[in-house]
């Protein structure tokens, strides 16, 4: 049912909107953000639109005046695709489609849409088509039937594309269908992690793009599929990693990101059952972003709906050799100095001096500190290994002793 091919770049318009709890710079970093994602679904952003509203507009999301702007552009440039940053109501992406006459995406479609592209195992693509089918059940009546669904592309890969004219109940067959087929699944994953016996278990959490699958490699010697693109790991990869003679079994999962779709949170479920059952958690974060903050935020919103927050965790703050504080002139006696140009060793000042030890600073691709690291973490898991191993705690020496 999914399809997955290579498409040819397709030229995609980007809507924002500013409002009170959005100033313009927020907006601006989603938008890089949804430039981002568009790319990694094959994209190419020609233009931006951008407009000020305290509250977005019921029926087109923007205003009138400016969503003829958006479409005389899409007319004259020949425009295949426009993607809001927000989810769109049903309605809103009717009204606007028949405006716009071309394909209308939101964020949530965007990203389900790159989960499609990226799903390798059938596993993983039962769980993404589960939160397709689920996204697009409200969405069913009308939905761009008055445009060639023939041409594929960004956002078209899916259920929608055959079952548009059905019924809504044939998709809601499909939901139980699916539902049943990962339940199925769910049963065998969870023998398979019972039978890891009682070894310690750490997950690797964090924002997506952020350097994981990177860390995974370089602590297991493994061959995980990492990239400059968003969301390049959507399975679970497990490994068993041994570190001075403790052998532990560290996992690699799906990156988070802002507003992930909640339908996307639900089928993930089980995939992140292997955060929900780990001992410990290795949440990484991308200081170089400037965004890294709020990164941080939004995966912690998320450990939440997911019950695991309260799990023992450090803090991992890769790619310190590409944080680079923006330039700060002492003498501009206007412009406040702010975080944005404090250096790594100020950062550590602020609220990171509060997490003490359990902050960590690497550097996964050129391997810096990860001596630090490493011992960093023997300790932590070793403190749990004894706990249920405590007959053979002599085996493991103390932290100073490891190579
Ligand atoms: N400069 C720098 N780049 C890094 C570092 N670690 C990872 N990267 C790069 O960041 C990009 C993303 O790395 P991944 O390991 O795929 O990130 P991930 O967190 O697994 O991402 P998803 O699976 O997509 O959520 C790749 O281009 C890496 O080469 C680092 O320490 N420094
Ligand atoms: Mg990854």
């Known amino acids: 049912m999914l399809e997955k091919k290579d498409i040819t770049l397709e030229k995609v318009v980007l809507v924002g909107i500013i409002t009170q709890d959005q100033d313009e710079e927020q907006s601006k970093e989603y938008l890089d953000e949804l430039e981002f994602l568009t790319y990694t679904a094959g994209g190419d952003v020609v233009k931006r639109f951008t407009q000020k509203m305290t509250m977005p507009n019921p029926k087109t999301f923007i205003g009138t005046g400016k969503m003829e702007e958006v479409m005389h552009y899409v007319k004259e440039h020949d425009v295949g695709t426009v993607i809001f940053d927000d989810e769109l109501s049903p309605a809103q992406e009717r009204n606007i489609s028949k405006i716009l006459n071309c394909k209308i995406l939101d964020r949530t479609n965007l990203i389900l849409d790159i989960f499609a592209q990226r799903a390798q195992t059938s596993y993983a693509r039962t769980q993404v088509e589960l939160a397709q089918c689920e996204y697009l059940l409200p969405r069913l009546k009308g939905m761009w039937t008055h445009l060639e669904r023939q041409k594929g592309g960004i956002g078209m890969r899916g259920p929608g594309e055959t079952e548009i004219e059905t019924d809504r109940r044939i998709v809601r067959d499909k939901i139980a269908l699916l539902k049943a087929k990962i339940k199925t699944i769910d049963k065998q994953m969870s023998v398979q992690r019972g039978n890891r016996g009682k070894m310690v278990r750490v997950a690797l959490v964090g924002y997506t793009n952020v350097g994981k699958s990177t860390l995974m490699n370089v602590i ?124 790594i060793e100020e950062w550590k000042k602020t609220w990171m001096s509060r997490i003490g030890d359990n902050a960590l600073f690497i550097s996964a691709l050129n391997k810096e500190n990860m001596d630090e690291f490493r011992k960093r973490v023997y300790q932590e898991v070793r403190e749990i290994h004894v706990t249920r191993f405590p007959y053979n705690h002599f085996l493991y020496p103390d932290v100073e002793d490891i190579s």
């Open 220 to 343: 297991s010697k493994s061959e995980v599929f990492a990239e400059n693109k968003l969301f390049a790991t959507l399975d679970t990869t497990v490994r068993k990693v041994v570190i001075g003679n403790l052998p532990f079994l560290v996992s690699d999962t799906v990156g988070f990101i802002r507003k992930l779709p909640t339908q996307l949170v639900e089928s993930f479920k089980s995939t992140l059952d292997e955060v929900r059952e780990a001992d410990l958690l290795l949440h990484v974060v991308d200081i170089s972003h400037s965004n890294f903050e709020e990164h941080i935020e939004s995966v912690n919103q998320i450990l939440d709906e997911i019950d695991s927050k309260d799990k023992p965790t450090i803090m991992v703050f890769n790619k310190i050799d590409a944080y680079e504080p923006e330039p700060y002139d002492s003498d501009d006696l206007i412009e406040e100095r702010t975080t944005s140009n404090y250096s």
